[in-house]
């Protein structure tokens, strides 16, 4: 069984260091301020941990720890080398200095201050090849990182960073990178969707147009120079694994279109094809993604949208607005619509093309208009891809997206609807623009890195595929816009670039944030890559590190610890965990965690939700994880809220939610006062039923049954389920406790106790008889002893008792199996009656050949409890159980009869 193993780290020489330099390293996804003070017992050396393909870095902090400065301080790396002479070459190792930026707004809410206060950040990342003079007191990061090779041998391998001054001595740095025997998928044929908005050709035609020529010599659109820095922003796109292209495929057309003899646009490809074709070269193009094609007025209510179509203007091709749904629009997109199609078709760019049609609509006019526009381009993409980012909910226009893309704070207000859309089919991406603000996720330069590194992270814990930023590098003012802005000492918050130009290259200059954001990318793969074997586990390490989208740690150095385990489980042979649980709360509640709600433990032991204001109040078992699952619990409830909801208020669980703080993902499987039971999945009720042994103010045992797609809620002990359905959209998640509008008392919590194998799964039996609390679903339902509702199986009637019946349980995968138990029945003096005389237990992995584990012959009458056969371990999918010489009832008819069959590794 696999488990959660941290690798202890191998003890390295420390950085020795004359008087006055002092030097520590730190996780690449926390900062190191000017200001910052060496930490008590800080390392001093570097201990990376990486997949092939990826890029893994930390940080080297050097200080003068005098106030005198440090002069000519120079940083050198080896290269470094491993296993039977591989080597990893400084070619693919960077070493960079963190500029300081001095006027950095800080934003509202959750920030990360600098020692001292101040807006001071670091952030671009510049050349470290020049020796820097060093101010006293003063610390100053550079950024270290190592890209493995897709083809490096697994193993450990060892190098040095020297780190040289003129008056202060030097000082060596030791370097561990352990490569694992994983690799990543390529930035082009990656599982994440990264679409970074970046300036180029069209989109708003102003800040866009301009930014490029603005920051580079000579670099007017479309000239040579122009075309170096696009070559050099698609080189970046591919090291960052930023594989969605911004492309405005209308701009991009208006070079090369003519104007025909009759008026008639010609439509010219070439430059369209050589911007995509730069980013295909460099493997960065996975999908293109085209600017909306309806303009959005700011704000939204100042004007309706226009349409963006190409006019022919006095002989000359030009981009124009017009109305939505006009004669001029429809004829337009009627002829560029089947020109793009064909074109895209030529050179097999169309399954890869998303059209957007107005960004972050507002009104119900705008949706209108947006499902205009769709209509038409359906009519000549039958199987599009369209996106939008949203920050409204307009359900009337959600049909014509095949992925819909919230800002995260709008998410989160509106988790079932979103939630709901990606049920149905629909992909979900998050997006961040100048909002959220506060404790949510957002890469603005005052916050966390661990915040820019997590999104992708908490994209991967509530299903979602994709994510969007609008200001990769957007370097104008629109208030000044024949300014040239200096984006290293402007005021800036880091909302409208990511990166920063290399004018005199014609290059990029990366920051922390686009390194820590890859490195979220490239956990985001992992992820997936352990979720293939390990499902538990995987959403086991997200949780914790995210519970929801305001609950998540903001250190870095927890975050890269995380990212280890999840190689470690990539190498691991080991098979997924489970987590049996139960819990009579006798201890308190210190293995739970509570969301919102008044939670505690009541003097008589049992754990207690008492505020009825709302609907969502949960709590969850911690580091557990659940795929399929049989859950149960006693609940009562005391009193609901009468003014609002009354005895239609309710209380249960949630099974497989995303997060453990919210009901809307999951299936929240509940219990209302009035005796309906329900199953309710991201704002739908998917099946509801009243169960007629409810009694108000009484315990009653709630069981949920989920097995792959199927979940079933039980009420008592009724081995009927009250309800049941059929749906994919959650297979693992967390288990909670959850009360809507009702004080509750919960006690006896369990979830797969034991591990038993056998619970809830399918039975096929000989013969059955189905009357009188008996079932043969009762001797898989999870109660052991007999009770007038769940007897437990028994065969038909026969006069005599020689004769075969069976009963057979499909586990419904292979399992190592070790231990089948057999609980005869326990009704007062029936006990014992019906249990085979002569039996085998046999087990199966194809449900056709079937070996024997355990026989018996003259088995006598049994009492109550469990009848234990354990045999050496062996992978099986179904047990079955066949008696040749049966047991009479209390009247004389012989039967096979069990109250419960169990099964173990």
């Known amino acids: 069984m696999a488990v959660l193993v941290l690798l202890e780290l191998i003890a390295v020489a420390p950085a020795h260091a004359a008087a006055g330099l002092r030097i520590w390293t730190a996780s690449a996804a926390d900062r190191v ?13 570097i201990d990376l941990y990486s997949a092939r393909g990826e890029q893994e870095a930390a940080q080297i902090a050097v200080r003068s720890s005098t106030s005198e400065a440090l002069g ?23 070493l960079r200095r963190a500029y300081h930026h001095r006027d950095v707004v800080v934003m509202r809410g959750d920030v990360e201050q600098p020692p001292g206060g101040g807006t001071i950040y670091p952030d671009a990342l510049v050349e470290a090849d020049r020796p820097l003079t060093l101010d006293g007191g003063v610390t100053q990061p550079y950024h270290y990182s190592v890209t493995v090779p897709k083809g490096q041998t697994p193993g450990v391998y060892t190098g040095t960073v020297a780190v040289s001054t003129r008056n202060a001595g030097t000082a060596t740095v030791n370097v561990r990178v352990v490569v694992y025997d994983v690799t990543l998928p390529e930035p082009n044929e990656s599982t994440f969707k990264m679409n ?5 050709a069209g989109w708003d035609y102003t800040g866009t147009i301009r930014a490029i020529p603005q920051q580079y010599r000579n670099a007017e659109m479309y000239s040579d120079n122009w075309w170096k820095v696009i070559e050099s922003i698609a080189r970046n796109h591919e090291r960052h694994r930023n594989n969605v292209i911004y492309a405005d495929f209308q701009a991009l057309l208006i070079p090369g279109s003519k104007v025909g003899p009759g008026g008639e646009l010609q439509f010219g490809w070439d430059v369209f094809d050589r911007f995509i074709e730069t980013f295909e070269t460099a493997k960065a193009l996975q999908y293109i993604y085209t600017p909306t094609l309806l303009e959005n007025p700011r704000p939204a209510s100042a004007d309706p949208v226009k349409a963006e179509i190409l006019r022919n203007v006095g002989g000359v091709v030009q981009r124009v607005l017009v109305e939505p749904e006009s004669a001029e629009a429809n004829a337009y997109y009627d002829k560029v619509f089947p020109a793009l199609k064909a074109h895209l078709d030529l050179k097999g760019w169309t399954d890869r093309f998303y059209m957007s049609a107005v960004d972050e609509p507002e009104t119900q006019e705008q949706a209108q208009d947006a499902n205009w526009l769709y209509g038409k381009y359906r009519k000549y993409f039958p199987a599009h891809r369209t996106n939008e980012a949203h920050d409204t909910v307009l359900a009337g226009l959600a049909g014509d997206l095949t992925t819909i893309t919230p800002v995260l704070g709008h ?4 988790i079932g609807y979103y939630q709901n859309l990606r049920a149905n089919g629909t992909e979900l991406w998050l997006y961040n623009c100048i909002v959220p603000e506060g404790s949510q996720m957002n890469r603005f330069i005052s916050y966390h890195l661990a915040k820019t590194r997590l999104t992708p992270w908490l994209t991967w814990k509530i299903g979602g595929t994709g994510y969007l930023h609008w200001g990769w590098n957007y370097w104008h003012d629109a208030k000044n816009p024949d300014t040239i802005v200096n984006t290293f000492d402007v005021r800036q918050t880091g909302d409208a670039w990511l990166v920063r130009p290399n004018s005199d290259k014609y290059d990029i200059y990366d920051s922390l944030r686009s390194e820590t954001q890859l490195d979220g990318l490239e956990d985001y793969e992992l992820l997936n890559l352990l979720a293939k074997t390990k499902p538990l586990l995987a959403r086991l390490v997200a949780s914790s590190l995210i519970t929801d989208t305001v609950t998540y740690t903001r250190s870095g150095a927890l975050v890269d610890d995380r990212h280890k385990m999840l190689l470690e489980l990539l190498v691991d042979n080991g098979p997924d965990r489970r987590f049996p649980y139960t819990d009579n709360f006798s201890a308190g509640h210190t293995n739970w965690q509570p969301g919102k709600g008044s939670w505690s433990v009541a003097p008589t032991g049992e754990y207690l939700q008492t505020d009825k204001s709302r609907w969502d109040f949960t709590s969850t078992p911690k580091s557990s994880s659940y795929g399929d699952v049989v859950a149960s619990v006693d609940l009562k409830i005391d009193s609901v809220n009468t003014a609002e909801g009354g005895n239609a208020n309710w209380a249960g669980l949630v099974v497989r939610g995303s997060n453990a703080t919210d009901m809307d993902t999951g299936y929240l499987v509940a219990v209302r006062n009035n005796g309906e039971v329900f199953i309710y999945r991201s704002g739908q009720t998917l099946a509801k039923a009243v169960a007629g042994n409810y009694r108000p103010g009484t315990y009653t045992r709630l069981r949920v049954m989920a097995f792959g797609n199927k979940i079933s809620a039980f009420l008592g002990n009724n081995p009927q389920p009250v309800v049941s359905v059929t749906d994919n959209a959650f297979p693992a998640g967390h288990l909670a406790l959850v009360t809507g509008g009702a004080s509750v008392r919960f006690d006896n919590f369990t979830a797969n106790p034991d591990d038993n194998l056998a619970d809830g799964r399918p039975v096929t039996t000989s013969s059955s008889y189905s009357a009188d609390g008996w079932h043969a679903t009762a001797a898989v339902d999870g109660i052991q002893s007999s009770t007038p509702l769940s007897l437990g199986w028994t065969s038909a009637a026969g006069t005599s008792a020689d004769r075969t019946e069976w009963i057979s349980v499909d586990l419904q995968s292979k399992r190592s199996l070790s231990r089948v138990d057999l609980f005869p029945r326990s009704d007062g003096a029936n006990t014992g009656l019906g249990f085979p005389v002569d039996f085998t237990v046999q087990v199966s992995a194809d449900g056709t050949s079937w070996s024997t584990v355990a026989s018996r012959t003259n088995q006598p009458r049994p009492g109550a409890g469990a009848q234990t056969f354990s045999f050496p371990a062996v992978e099986a999918r179904y047990v079955k159980v066949t008696g040749t010489k049966l047991g009479s009832d209390p009247l004389g008819a012989f039967h096979m009869q069990l109250a ?3 099964a173990y590794g």
């Open 72 to 94: 000519d301080v120079l940083l050198t790396v080896s290269a470094l080398t491993g296993p039977g002479g591989a080597s990893i070459p400084t070619s693919d190792i960077l």
């Open 411 to 414: 998410y989160d207000q509106n």
């Open 33 to 45: 301020f000017s200001t910052s003070p060496p930490p008590s017992s800080a390392p001093t050396s």
């Open 900 to 902: 419960e069959i169990e």
């Open 196 to 200: 970074n908005w970046f300036t180029s």
